[in-house]
């Protein structure tokens, strides 16, 4: 994908996010079942040292609120783009007692977001439904690299994409390329457009990142798979999570 194109699709979903965070929020409350198995799995493991969360892409701190249902302290920080979704996240989960959160305005698609960072060595990196917002497969492969560094010793890198075409309910909503001024041939397969259309209108770029690009990805970033499994939505299986672990011999700590 070229640099135009793959900024065009950033501007477009940066725009997406600023005008839907309210109602984004507002539909983003209940706990999902992935988001479920996914926590425990997280929690599963009991140690005296609280567990060390980075929510890359956090949105509204959903998962935040969920992990304080485990009953187990962490220390979470939460990073996302938009300060609107930061603020309802500060608000949904400033009454936590078991999770002690902090919240970090950063871009992933912007090659400096680490910098925001006050530490390298996450017991688990989270990246849930937002890889697929980033344009060209080079970009997905830098950020899955960056998270994959900000892990500690056999950390975990959990991360999870949106299986549209397996629906045909969401393949009928597909928008033309032209709503976002963009050439077809400028796109790579398994892109898309999609409207949401609750409260507002708004016109958001999505990608679909099937197993084999999981597998990939995971694999030029020095990861290796623990589980895969499809959980969410309407059908139940829309979202497909991949829990990953660094590789032995392979670097845990983010170049700065």
Sequence with gaps: MDDVTRDRLLTLN???????????????????????????????????????VLDAGCGNGRLAVMLE??????EYTGVDGEAQLLAAAARNTAELTHVRTRFVQADLAEPDWRAALTEDDFDAVVCLATLQHMPGYALRRRVVSD?????????????????????PRLRGRLLDWSTAGVAPSAVEPGDALLPWKQAVYAVRYVHLIDADEFQRLATQAGLET???????????NLNLYVLLQRRAGTRGRAAR
């Design 14 to 52: 940066r725009q997406f996010y600023a005008a839907v965070a309210h109602p984004f929020d507002a539909t983003r409350q209940a706990p999902t079942p992935g988001k479920a198995q996914l926590v425990a799995q997280l929690t599963a493991q009991r140690r005296a040292t609280p567990l060390r």
């Design 69 to 74: 249902g485990a009953g187990r302290a962490v």
């Design 147 to 167: 998270l994959a560094g900000l892990t500690g010793p056999d950390g975990i890198v959990a991360l999870s994409g949106w299986q549209f075409m397996d629906s």
């Design 226 to 236: 623990l589980t895969t499994f499809r959980a969410d939505g309407r059908e139940g």
